[in-house]
């Protein structure tokens, strides 16, 4: 995001989606003092609903959507606040 936002004019923007909450410190740092990033803290997918989102407790750059059979797998299931809803 910081790469790219001052190469963009003030009439464009970009818009960071950033669903896991670990990482929304670090993205505010990053863009601070560029107007034209507005960071929405949620997921986004192609149809509304909610999915297990999986964080690794070791690396907040390492978390993923799981998937049923990986949700069956899992060998620490997820708590419920690991839920994301998409609006």
Do not use: C
Request: proline share 13%; aromatic share 6%.
């Amino acid at each position: 995001v910081k790469l790219f936002a001052p190469l963009l004019d003030s009439e464009y923007g970009i818009v960071a989606f950033e669903p896991d909450p670990r990482n929304l410190p670090l993205l505010r740092r990053a863009v601070a003092g560029l107007r034209n990033v507005e960071i929405v803290p949620m997921a986004v997918g192609a149809e509304e609903g909610s999915v297990v989102f999986w964080k690794n407790p070791q690396s907040s750059a390492d978390s993923r959507v799981l998937t049923p059979e990986m949700e069956r797998r899992a060998v620490h299931p997820p708590s419920p606040s690991d839920r994301v809803t998409v609006p």
